[in-house]
């Protein structure tokens, strides 16, 4: 993730620990990037009431087999608790549609997880807010794609977008943190400003703008021009620098492309400003790419498979069912350990290292100890599963990417 407002500004936040090794309000520093514990993204149940057109784990109004148990779900949460990992994100399909959804969030919140739920909102009643409230969720994140009729298309139900909207005021009215996760496409991008301004009118807190992964059905859409993800970062940067202006303190992030952390840098040269040399000590720490999937991201699918994150399913590191997740993310799955060694290498070995054994663009780019060599996911669809290759969602220049800030 690359906090917008944090580098942009400044402004401490409340992941600063865990995100650039620095305590931000109420959080921790830690040691090293690659020495994290991983944020661990739970997809509870693959059915869903919507059937998004982007959704990366097609998902459908139906019954799958071979979820997890109670028994097993409750084993998954004490591993997890005492493994320590820094939050836990309930996903789906739609989270809320499992039958123990809330004996889950319950355990998992008791257990003193800090948890997070990623949801579509339509499902958030004045009643179902106030348990997760309740319950000190930490964060509810809800899925917006456009504005009114843009979203419901999105969604493919009619009436989606003003029960989403229902969820966000439901979440304000008992005082539960809640915010917005939103999938840039070129079928959205040009609507920014309206969500921008949708954001403001409902005083939501925090939002998080993910670049396309292909994965799942969002693999039949396209992903941005370069052009057109160069102004949609400049978009937001603008509305970040209002907001401070204004004495506003929101959270702006945006996902799954380290490479909007070097375009970053370059326009604070470009422009002189004076969180230059800070913003590029913080992303240098963080390291991108290097330091995401598989390490610093983990993804516990429905079935209780193991991957690097959410997106990768084609990698399968072991299953919580036969194995605890701590042991299995500490290499003690024989038949997944080299995989994970190959995974985490991009991080372990020194940047010059990890960028002699890349090919493609990010083979010479003058940003990788910042930028990690991009989003490794979306470099291995684009590569045949191939580790080394690089990053096709990168929008910057041939120019830039040779050129490097003046302080370096």
């Avoid at 040691?31 to 959704?55: D, E, G, Q």
């Avoid at 989606?160 to 939103?182: E, I, M, Y």
């Avoid at 959205?188 to 998080?208: K, M, S, T």
């Avoid at 720490?285 to 516990?300: E, L």
């Amino acid at each position: 993730m690359i906090n917008l407002t944090k580098l942009w500004t400044g402004t401490a936040q409340p992941a600063d620990g865990l995100r650039y090794g620095q305590a931000g309000p109420g959080g921790h520093a830690h040691r090293s990037a690659n020495a994290r514990k991983p944020i661990t993204v739970w997809n509870l149940t693959r059915t869903c009431n919507l059937r998004c057109v982007h959704c990366y784990s097609n998902s459908n109004a139906a019954r799958y087999e071979g979820e997890l148990t109670w028994d097993e779900m409750t084993s998954v949460v004490e591993d997890l608790a005492s493994y320590e990992v820094p939050s836990l994100l309930f996903s789906g399909g739609e989270p809320m549609v499992h039958p123990q959804f809330f004996d889950l969030v319950e355990l998992a919140s008791g257990a003193g997880l800090k948890l997070t739920i990623s949801t579509n909102g339509t499902l958030i009643t004045e009643e179902r807010a106030a348990l997760l409230k309740a319950a000190n969720v930490a964060y509810v994140g809800i899925s917006l794609d456009g504005i009114g009729s843009i979203h419901d298309e999105f969604r493919r139900k009619e009436g989606a977008f003003d029960a989403a909207v229902r969820g966000f005021r439901n979440c304000h009215a008992v005082g539960q943190k809640t915010g917005l996760r939103l999938t840039l496409t070129k079928h959205n991008v040009e609507n920014i400003e309206r969500i921008l301004d949708f954001i403001e009118a409902e005083g939501i807190q925090r939002v998080c703008f993910y670049h396309l992964v292909p994965a799942g059905r969002g693999s039949e859409l396209q992903t941005l021009q370069p052009g057109e993800a160069r102004r949609a970062i400049d978009t937001l940067i603008a509305r970040v620098e209002a907001w401070h202006r204004a004495g506003i303190d929101r959270e702006l992030l945006t996902v799954t492309q380290p490479a909007d952390g070097a375009y970053l840098l370059l326009r604070m040269e470009n422009e002189g400003h004076a969180n230059l040399d800070e913003a590029k000590r913080l992303l240098s720490w963080n390291g991108g790419g290097a330091n995401s999937s598989g390490r610093g991201i983990a993804n516990i699918d429905t079935q209780g498979d193991v991957h690097p994150d959410q997106f990768w399913q084609g990698v399968t590191l072991g299953n919580v069912k036969t194995m605890p997740f701590s042991e299995i993310w500490e290499g003690a799955n024989p038949e997944s350990s080299a995989m994970l060694d190959s995974i985490r290498s991009i991080g372990k070995l020194s940047a010059g290292e990890r960028q002699m054994r890349l090919h493609g663009p990010c083979a010479d780019c003058r940003w990788f100890s910042v930028c990690g060599g991009g989003f490794r996911t979306r470099a291995a669809f684009a590569n045949a599963g191939d580790l080394w290759g690089s990053d096709p969602g990168c929008y910057l220049s041939e120019e830039e990417r040779r050129k490097g800030l003046s302080a370096a």
